[in-house]
Nanobody
Framework: QVQLVESGGGLVQPGGSLRLSCVAS????????MGWYRQAPGEERDLVAR???????KYSDSVKGRFTISRDNAKNTVYLQMNSLKPEDTAVYYC???????????????WGQGTQVTVSS
C-alpha cells in the first residue's frame, strides 16, 4: 500500500512564505509525475505545479515566479516553496504522484489528504 502525506500548511500573512512537503511511503519501485494541486471552497481542484524527471517544472500562471516545486527522489518527497503569498492562494493543497510499486507492474495515481494554507492578515 502506498500513502502520500502532506505537511507544512498553516496560517501566514500576505507576503509571507510557507514550504509544503509531501512524502510517499509504502511499496514504491519508482515515482514519475509529482504535482501539487489546490482547491478553494466552492471551486474545482486546480494544478499549481508539477515536476517530472528529465523535464522542466511547470507552473500555473497564477503562481509563476512565486512558487517553486522540487523533489528529492532518495526521500520520495516533493516540496512546494511558496513565497509572496496572497489571500487568493488560500486553499487546501494536495499532492499527487504516479507510482510504480513493482517492476513490471502498473502505475497508479495517488493523492494525499491535503493541507490547509490560509493567507490572511
Amino acid at each position: 500500500q502506498v500513502q502520500l502525506v502532506e505537511s507544512g500548511g498553516g496560517l501566514v500573512q500576505p507576503g509571507g512564505s510557507l514550504r509544503l512537503s509531501c512524502v510517499a511511503s509504502g511499496r514504491i519501485f519508482s515515482i514519475g509525475y509529482m504535482g501539487w494541486y489546490r482547491q478553494a471552497p466552492g471551486e474545482e481542484r486546480d494544478l499549481v505545479a508539477r515536476i517530472i524527471e528529465n523535464d522542466s517544472p511547470k507552473y500555473s500562471d497564477s503562481v509563476k515566479g512565486r512558487f517553486t516545486i522540487s523533489r528529492d527522489n532518495a526521500k520520495n518527497t516533493v516540496y512546494l516553496q511558496m513565497n509572496s503569498l496572497k489571500p487568493e492562494d488560500t486553499a487546501v493543497y494536495y499532492c499527487n504522484a504516479d507510482i510504480l510499486s513493482r517492476y513490471g507492474g502498473n502505475v497508479y495515481s495517488y493523492w494525499g489528504q491535503g493541507t490547509q494554507v490560509t493567507v490572511s492578515s
